[in-house]
């Protein structure tokens, strides 16, 4: 089993940057691949970014790639998700998610991952 903690966010201006860190327990967390997704305000949850077990592939949602960086250090069971540029449509409740589906062209999608964080909220002042 594996427990997912989120932490780093705030309130922000337009324009500013946050690094969200996801720290995982259990001792398959090396071994999963990672995703951040995204609750807006009255929205359903989206995806955001995904990043495979070693770390070799990312995939971002259009609205954020060339923004946001998804990264990971297995050796301190953490992902992180550094976002820049923030926008006042960034705002929503982040949540990371862990899961052990082959990550063949990327996993884009909530029922793909098995265990979430409680998230944590990010507010783009504009």
């Known amino acids: 089993q594996v427990q997912l903690v989120e932490s780093g966010g705030g309130l922000v201006q337009a324009g500013g940057s946050l690094r969200l860190s996801c720290a995982g327990s259990?001792?398959?967390?090396?071994?999963?691949?990672m995703g951040w997704f995204r609750q807006p305000p009255e929205k359903e949850r989206e995806f955001v970014a995904h990043i495979t077990w070693s770390g070799g592939r990312t995939y971002y949602a259009d609205s954020v790639k060339g923004r946001f960086t998804i990264s990971r250090d297995n050796a301190k069971n953490t992902v992180y998700l550094q976002m820049n540029s923030l926008k006042p449509e960034d705002t929503a409740v982040y949540y990371c998610a862990a899961g052990w589906v082959a990550s063949t062209g990327g996993l884009r999608t909530a029922s793909s991952f098995d265990y979430w964080g409680q998230g944590t909220q990010v507010t783009v002042s504009s």
């Open positions: 259990g001792r398959t967390f090396s071994s999963a691949n």
